[in-house]
């Protein structure tokens, strides 16, 4: 079975990550999409709330599987038998980052590839980022985020 690793913060899931999920859905038998802490990043939601949006957003998506992870990624990778890595990139400002974490992962396991994908042209513009940016400020998510998600989004940005 070819299994995969999809990691990120997903704080929250976007159409975006969605797009490379479904693309790596087309290719792997088992996708792990990873929630994994990212000390550098204090996150909206917790673990949990994430988990459970990816849950949410991935229901009709049968060979797509969640879980959290606090370390070292191939690490997780070769506890669960995935032989990549999957990410996306949406442009050029991505790649550096990417490579460099990529050439890194290789160092620490020889055996797991990292895999790119592109996103999709009318999601380049999509992060997280601006999707809590457009929430906080009580702007329309419909096209961000799928629908089944706006309400725990909505929520966490309400002002009393
Ligand atoms: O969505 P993000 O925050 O850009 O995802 C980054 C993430 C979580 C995938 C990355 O920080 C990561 O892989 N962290 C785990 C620690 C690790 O394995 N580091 C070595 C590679 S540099």
Not at 56 to 68: E, G, H, L, R, W
Not at 111 to 117: D, R
Not at 144 to 152: A, C, E, Q, S
Request: charged residues 25%.
């Amino acid at each position: 079975m070819k299994i995969c690793v999809c990691p990120g913060s997903f704080d929250p899931i976007t159409y975006g990550h969605l797009d490379i999920i479904k693309k790596a859905a087309k290719i792997f038998d088992r996708v792990i999409v990873l929630v994994v802490i990212n000390p550098a990043k204090r996150p909206t939601f917790t673990v949990k709330e994430r988990l459970e949006m990816i849950n949410i957003a991935t229901d009709d998506m049968p060979t797509v599987v969640s879980d959290c992870y606090d370390g070292l990624l191939v690490d997780y990778a070769k506890a669960v038998g995935a032989c990549a890595i999957v990410k996306g990139l949406r442009g050029i400002s991505d790649f550096e980052y990417e490579f460099q974490m990529a050439l890194t992962n290789k160092k620490l396991c020889d055996s797991i590839e990292t895999i790119f994908f592109n996103t999709s042209m009318y999601n380049m513009y999509l992060s997280s980022s601006v999707v809590r940016q457009v929430a906080s400020f009580g702007g329309d998510i419909s096209g961000l985020v799928p629908k089944k998600l706006h309400g725990i989004i909505k929520e966490r940005f309400k002002r009393d």
